[in-house]
């Protein structure tokens, strides 16, 4: 209940005890974005190389399939992201300098 009204709770606080600037969470926020998009990409290109392994009609087969179709979407929301978090980035290198 603490996170969602915005109440730091001990584990979002510092070794010393004291609440962490907001940049500071701003910058762990965009690590973890950054890792997560890391590993999708790296997934990403993992099933594109497993699905050259395939032989024509199987790959012409999976090609067919709403999960391939979803995996499909889901890499364009992707890159949609990877963008948004760049603006993102951005943003509080700014806020940062300010």
Known sequence: MADKI???????TNTTGTERPD???SELAHAI????LDHTRVVSDLIALMAQA????TTRALTQTPQWQAY???R???ERTHE???K???????????
């Open 88 to 98: 993102f980035a951005r943003i509080m290198k700014q806020v940062g300098e300010d």
């Open 6 to 12: 915005g109440i730091m709770t001990e584990a979002q």
């Open 72 to 74: 499909l979407e889901s």
């Open 23 to 25: 940049l500071d969470q």
């Open 33 to 36: 974005i950054e890792s997560l």
């Open 84 to 86: 948004d978090v760049d």
């Open 54 to 57: 395939l032989d024509q009609d």
């Open 76 to 78: 364009r929301k992707l």
